[in-house]
């Protein structure tokens, strides 16, 4: 059974940074690309970024691009999502996916419907 549990949520002020983690286990954690997604009260949920199994390539909406990096670790099985520069239409609650299928990887936006896993997700407070 896949788990994914994410951490590191919090409040922060404008500007600020903070980074979430994703503890994977019950996959072959090396094998799938990961993402993460973000729901704000009252909005759908948003993708936010995805990275190729071997972390060797990522992918952001344009929101977040200069500002928010992801990255992974698969001797720890952990993705992880760098947020600098924070705003406050960054408040929401992240959560971390498993891509549906082993080896497959878009490098491009992705839909809610490719990830076949999520964590519980973590909240994302910015204050202004």
């Known amino acids: 059974q896949v788990q994914l549990v994410e951490s590191g949520g919090g409040l922060v002020q404008a500007g600020g940074s903070l980074r979430v983690s994703c503890a994977a286990s019950?996959?072959?954690?090396?094998?799938?690309?990961m993402g993460w997604f973000r729901q704000a009260p009252g909005k759908e949920r948003e993708f936010v970024a995805a990275?190729?199994?071997?972390?060797?390539?990522?992918y952001y909406t344009d929101s977040v691009k200069g500002r928010f990096t992801i990255s992974r670790d698969n001797a720890k099985n952990t993705v992880y999502l760098q947020m600098n520069s924070l705003k406050p239409e960054d408040t929401a609650v992240y959560y971390c996916?498993?891509?549906?299928?082993?080896?497959?990887?878009?490098?491009?936006?992705?839909?809610?419907?490719?990830?076949?896993?999520w964590g519980q997700g973590t909240q994302v407070t910015v204050s202004s």
């Open positions: 019950g996959l072959t954690f090396s094998s799938y690309a």
């Open positions: 996916a498993a891509e549906r299928s082993r080896y497959r990887y878009r490098g491009s936006y992705y839909q809610g419907a490719d990830f076949g896993s």
């Open positions: 990275i190729h199994w071997s972390g060797g390539s990522s």
